[in-house]
């Protein structure tokens, strides 16, 4: 059984950092792609970044955000920084089908609400 739970959300000023986790148990997080997405609420949810045999990240976060997994916690991380407003969503992540398809997921997390405080 699968298993996401994501963690390291809250209130943050602009411009403020947070490092979102994702533990997850019953899968080998270095053997899948795994992502990270959010949903704001009334729209629709984003694709943020992905990493498996490489890494991704949108290009709306992309010079902000950053994605790591640590392989001995089985754990992935969301790095942000430069916080806005904008970026108030639930933060989800998710695994991949395999290591190599950063766009298909079948297995996520309930989410974490981060809110940015103009």
């Known amino acids: 059984q699968v298993s996401l739970v994501e963690s390291g959300g809250g209130l943050v000023q602009a411009g403020g950092s947070l490092r979102l986790s994702c533990a997850v148990s019953?899968?080998?997080?270095?053997?899948?792609?795994m992502g990270w997405f959010r949903q704001a609420p009334g729209k629709a949810r984003e694709r943020l970044c992905g990493i498996g045999w490489v890494t991704y990240c949108a290009d709306s976060v992309k010079d902000r955000f950053i994605i790591s997994r640590d392989n001995a916690k089985n754990t992935v991380y969301l790095q942000m920084n430069s916080l806005e407003p904008e970026d108030t969503a639930t933060y989800l992540c998710a695994s991949g089908t395999d290591k190599w398809n950063l766009r298909q997921y079948d297995y996520w997390g309930q989410g974490t609400q981060v809110t940015v405080a103009s």
């Open positions: 019953g899968r080998t997080v270095s053997n899948y792609a």
